[in-house]
């Protein structure tokens, strides 16, 4: 069994401690601690500053580690055979689609955006793992993962996965439900540490505006603020693709294809990868996150 305490505190010196018991069947499945909960501190405290920690098991059973992620080769053109000459034309195949190219300077540059490295369609239940308690639930259901925040507070509780990345392109589309204001679809990238709460996360919300942050063990650093992007689209039961391109100390921001922010930090140079809502106005909000998909540079 696994037990998750809630760390809460009014000063970075002054703990009280509070526990929350919960039980994790994936991670009692995996070995290991997939999920994590860290609470968004600014670097002036004014609220409460909050961070969950999960305890991992003394004694894990064996896992067997993931398949090495391998690039999708480029598929091979096949010659169509010269035409003989009739006297009525034969239609032909409809043209395959491709994706637009890249915009010049785009930091993806180099990538093949029809293929991803890694892909995963959220029909497998043991490639994430993550929250399910009182406060939050995250599962894999037909085809999306189903992350639900219950209280609107100020609490991040998260889902990881089993891939690793340094410097990459990692994107999901996000479905968020019934919502309001800066409730919000999370991706994270580059998340470490002995429980998983240290990285780096966008999240985009409900009323249009995204902000990029960096959790620190607990200790959350706005790198981005709140910013408003027409590429965001608004309200109840809209689907945004966001995603994450980190190139060395280079973040960059990316709503449905298009890079609209970048900013630098190198605190974290490798990690995992992670899914969330952010209940910040709507208790019980529902996000369905689709197509997790992942290049590599």
Not at 45 to 55: E, F, K, L
Not at 121 to 131: K, L, M, R
Request: charged share 15%; proline share 9%.
């Amino acid at each position: 069994m696994l037990v998750t305490y809630n760390l809460g505190k009014k000063s970075m010196l002054n703990f009280r401690l509070k526990p929350l018991l919960t039980i994790s069947i994936v991670s009692i499945i995996l070995g290991f601690t997939l999920g994590s909960c860290s609470s968004p501190v600014d670097a002036t405290p004014v609220d409460d500053i909050a961070t969950s920690v999960a305890a991992t098991l003394t004694a894990q059973p064996t896992r067997t580690p993931p398949p090495t992620i391998t690039g999708i080769p480029s598929p091979t053109q096949i010659l169509p055979p010269t035409p003989t000459p009739s006297s009525t034309p034969t239609p032909g195949p409809s043209p395959t689609a491709t994706t637009p190219p890249l915009p010049p300077g785009d930091p993806r540059d180099g990538l093949n955006l029809s293929q991803p490295y890694y892909e995963d369609a959220f029909d497998v239940s043991t490639t994430w793992g993550g929250p399910y308690n009182e406060a939050a639930a995250n599962m894999i259901k037909d085809g999306y993962l189903e992350a639900i925040d219950y209280l609107a507070d100020t609490y991040v509780w998260w889902s990881t996965t089993l891939p690793q990345g340094t410097n990459i392109y990692a994107e999901t589309t996000a479905e968020i439900f019934s919502c309001s204001g800066k409730d919000s679809a999370g991706i994270g990238l580059r998340i470490q540490g002995e429980t998983l709460n240290s990285g780096y996360a966008l999240e985009v919300s409900c009323d249009g505006y995204y902000r990029l942050r960096k959790f620190s063990a607990g200790v959350v650093e706005t790198l981005i603020d709140w910013t408003a992007s027409n590429e965001i689209l608004q309200g109840p039961n809209a689907s945004n693709t966001i995603g994450l391109v980190a190139r060395g100390s280079a973040i960059h921001v990316s709503i449905n294809r298009v890079i609209v922010a970048s900013t630098e930090d190198f605190s974290f140079q490798t990690g995992t990868f992670a899914l969330y809502a952010n209940a910040l106005e709507t208790p019980g909000l529902i996000v369905h996150f689709k197509d997790f998909k992942l290049w590599y540079f």
